[in-house]
């Protein structure tokens, strides 16, 4: 149902984004969201967007450097990221349908790589 892609090698302070393609059905009127998880740490919250409003939620870490958004038309989640750093490396998840921005979501997508060179 989610396939995210778009990971890849990247300079520290460069760019890249990903996205991830969701049928139909999950975009509920809930949260869709993008999650990290680096070697040896525990998953992490990255941003979030609601279907109905588009309001977005973003964690401290990445404000200003990120932003996610959606094509409705195409049913594809974007994250769009900016100013990368050695930290944001990590697996990349996209997830959708949460009541919540960093809240228990009911679907997953597979990972992308994300690498960052200093």
């Known amino acids: 149902q ?8 990247v300079q520290a302070g460069g760019s890249l984004r990903l ?8 975009f509920n009127d809930y949260y869709m969201g993008w999650f990290r998880q680096a070697p040896g740490k525990e998953r992490e919250f990255v941003a979030a967007i609601l279907k109905s409003s588009r309001r977005t939620s973003y964690a401290d870490s990445v404000k200003g450097r990120f932003t996610i958004s ?4 195409a049913n594809i989640l ?3 990221m900016a100013d990368l750093k050695p930290e944001d490396a990590a697996v990349y998840f996209c ?13 997953w997508g597979q990972g992308t790589l994300v690498t960052v060179s200093s």
């Open 95 to 107: 997830a959708s349908d949460a009541r919540t921005p960093s809240g228990q979501y009911d679907y």
């Open 78 to 80: 974007y994250l769009q």
């Open 19 to 26: 996205s991830c393609a969701a049928s139909e059905r999950t």
């Open 70 to 73: 959606r094509d409705k038309s």
């Open 2 to 9: 989610l396939q995210a892609s778009g990971g890849g090698l």
